[in-house]
């Protein structure tokens, strides 16, 4: 199975600031990484997909990007409502597996 | 407007058996695959089974392979997770999710509904 090692496991930042949050797959996954955001009390949303790009609706200070292995968020000018946990996902093979998820808190 | 909407949870004691339901609207159920994820309480998601839009496809995890039975009826636009020899680790909020496409791939889940939760205690 391929493990997603996902960091950090929190984060606090403050309004505006920039915010990047990686996963790191055991093996090699391509580009079938997806990101995720969970609000409390909600279902989780889709933020991006095929590692770059950006689900329909979702605003644009938010993107993916992928260096070798490693694959990352990025959430430019962090706002109030960007609060939450966030998953990564890697849909390359069963079974998916998703990061242990990081919790974004405002400063 | 995409709908997925998860029934048939509740409590149920260790060892029976319970089964979901998902109904979906809001686009061609027959033409998308189905997954079940789970979040049990406090803690992060673990996806559970999936299955293609014409059910020749389906996974497990192993942490259900044996025990739960994930299937589909596209004339009632409805996924079902068949859940037997319920264990207290199986408490959990169940998600229903459809697979996105792109560009004739699907390994991402573009819509959740909103979930059902499963307790197994005595």
């Known amino acids: 199975d391929i493990q997603m090692t996902q960091s950090p496991a929190s984060l606090s930042a403050s309004l505006e600031e920039i915010v990047t949050i990686t996963c790191q797959p055991s093996?090699?996954?391509?580009?079938?990484l997806s990101w995720y955001q969970q609000k409390p009390g909600k279902s989780p949303q889709l933020l991006i997909h095929?590692?770059?790009s950006l689900a329909d609706g979702v605003p644009s200070r938010f993107s993916g990007s992928r260096s070798g292995t490693q694959y990352s968020l990025k959430i430019n000018r962090l706002q109030v409502e960007d609060t939450g946990i966030y998953y990564c996902?890697?849909?390359?093979?069963?079974?998916?597996?998703f990061g242990g998820g990081t919790k974004l808190e405002l400063k | 407007e995409v709908q997925l909407v998860e029934s048939g949870g509740g409590l149920v004691q260790p060892g029976r058996s319970l089964k979901l339901s998902c109904l979906a609207s809001?686009?061609?159920?027959?033409?998308?695959?189905m997954n079940w994820i789970r979040q049990a309480p406090g803690k992060g998601l673990e996806w559970v089974a999936s299955?293609?839009?014409?059910?020749?496809?389906?996974y497990y995890a192993d942490t259900v392979k044996g025990r739960f039975t994930i299937s589909r009826d596209n004339a009632k636009n409805t996924l079902y997770l068949q859940m037997t020899s319920l264990r207290s680790e199986d408490t959990a909020l169940y998600y229903c999710?459809?697979?996105?496409?792109?560009?004739?791939?699907?390994?991402?889940?573009?819509?959740w509904g909103q979930g059902v939760m499963v307790t197994v205690s005595s």
């Open positions: 999710a459809r697979q996105g496409v792109y560009y004739g791939l699907s390994y991402y889940f573009d819509y």
């Open positions: 809001g686009f061609t159920f027959s033409n998308y695959g």
């Open positions: 299955i293609s839009s014409s059910s020749s496809y389906i």
């Open positions: 093996q090699d996954i391509g580009n079938y």
């Open positions: 095929s590692a770059t």
């Open positions: 996902l890697q849909g390359y093979s069963a079974p998916w597996t």
